[in-house]
Structures are given as C-alpha cells and as structure tokens.
C-alpha cells in the first residue's frame, strides 16, 4: 500500500519558516502520483485535523485563510515528493502536519511536528 514519509518538522522561533517534504512510495497500480491531488492538513492539541492546502495534478491550489500568503505548496511529481514553505510562523501555528495523497479518503502520512515559540 501507499508510504508517506514526512520529514522536515522541528522546533523554530516566531517569524522563522521551515520547509516540510513528503516523498510518496508503494503507489502499485493505483492514481499515478502525477494524477493525484495531495495536501497539507493540520492538527492542534485540543482541535480538530484541519485542510491546510492542496495541490490538484493541473496545479491549482487551494489555501486556508489562516496560511494564504504565507505558506506555499508544491510538487516534484519526477521525485513523487510534495512539499509545504512555510513562511511567518507564529505560535497558533504550532500543530502536527500531515501530508495526504488522493485527497481525505486517501493516504495519510505519520504526522511531523511543528512547534512555533514566542
């Protein structure tokens, strides 16, 4: 079955940024990965998992308002990795990050952990 393997989470100062990376694997015969919308999604202590971006297989985005501006999505459909700029960080952004491949009823990576300090 589908492997998502995150890296790139870890601990930064308000107004720093980090670059999260998801390289899928064990994709079989099922979507390609360039056929396939991935994502971001986020999960904060006490709250529930929420949609932090998406990219479709043509490319079109789709972003929060709470991130729109500061976090950017892309992909690498060659290396079969998507990735998550996050710029501006601030505390409230402080969750664990999930990369999801074939939308919610799809595949969903272990989680890595972001933390944001003051």
């Known amino acids: 079955q589908v492997q998502l393997v995150e890296s790139g989470g870890g601990f930064v100062q308000a107004g720093g940024s980090l670059r999260l990376s998801c390289a899928a694997s064990?994709?079989?015969?099922?979507?390609?990965?360039?056929?396939?919308?991935v994502g971001w999604y986020r999960q904060a202590p006490g709250k529930q998992r929420e949609l932090v971006a998406t990219?479709?297989?043509?490319?079109?985005?789709n972003y929060a308002d709470f991130v729109k501006g500061r976090f950017s999505i892309s992909r690498d459909n060659a290396k079969k990795t998507v990735y998550l700029r996050m710029n501006t960080l601030n505390p409230e952004d402080t969750a664990v990050y999930y990369c999801?491949?074939?939308?919610?009823?799809?595949?969903w990576g272990q989680g890595t952990q972001v933390t944001v300090s003051s």
């Open positions: 990219m479709t297989s043509g490319g079109t985005t």
């Open positions: 064990r994709i079989g015969f099922g979507t390609p990965f360039s056929a396939s919308i």
């Open positions: 999801n491949f074939r939308g919610p009823t799809g595949y």
